[in-house]
């Protein structure tokens, strides 16, 4: 397992954008595909929701029907860094998001990924 380590969470008004960095301490070549998902303030208990994916090569890409459109993952693998781009931002995005990696090439399943960093709050106000 690699560390992961979120930021450039904050708070935006609706409408607006952010871009959320994850950047992994190293990388191991046993994590290939990596993902965001993302978890509304209320239950903890809920499941984090998939947001999107990337594979190791950043040819496939993925996104949930919410974000698609709006979102965009990234990756530079020379610096180990995975990014997430989101744009005309709404009040349901408010969330902790999530970096995650899997040693699966390419993945949308959450039982698949196996390194996950703390998180960072984005919160989207009206």
């Known amino acids: 397992q690699v560390q992961l380590v979120e930021s450039g969470g904050g708070v935006v008004q609706a409408g607006g954008s952010l871009r959320l960095s994850c950047a992994a301490s190293?990388?191991?070549?046993?994590?290939?595909?990596m993902g965001w998902f993302r978890q509304a303030p209320g239950d903890p208990g809920e499941e984090r929701e998939f947001?999107?994916?990337?594979?190791?090569?950043?040819?496939?890409?993925f996104y949930a029907s919410p974000v698609k459109g709006r979102f965009n993952i990234s990756r530079d693998n020379a610096s180990n860094t995975v990014y997430l781009q989101m744009d005309s931002l709404k009040p349901v995005d408010t969330a902790i998001y999530y970096c995650?990696?899997?040693?699966?090439?390419?993945?949308?399943?959450?039982?698949?990924?196996?390194?996950w960093g703390r998180g960072t709050q984005v919160t989207v106000s009206l």
């Open positions: 947001v999107a994916s990337i594979s190791w090569r950043g040819s496939i890409t």
């Open positions: 190293s990388r191991t070549d046993d994590t290939f595909a």
């Open positions: 995650a990696g899997s040693r699966k090439t390419q993945t949308t399943e959450i039982t698949d990924f196996d390194s």
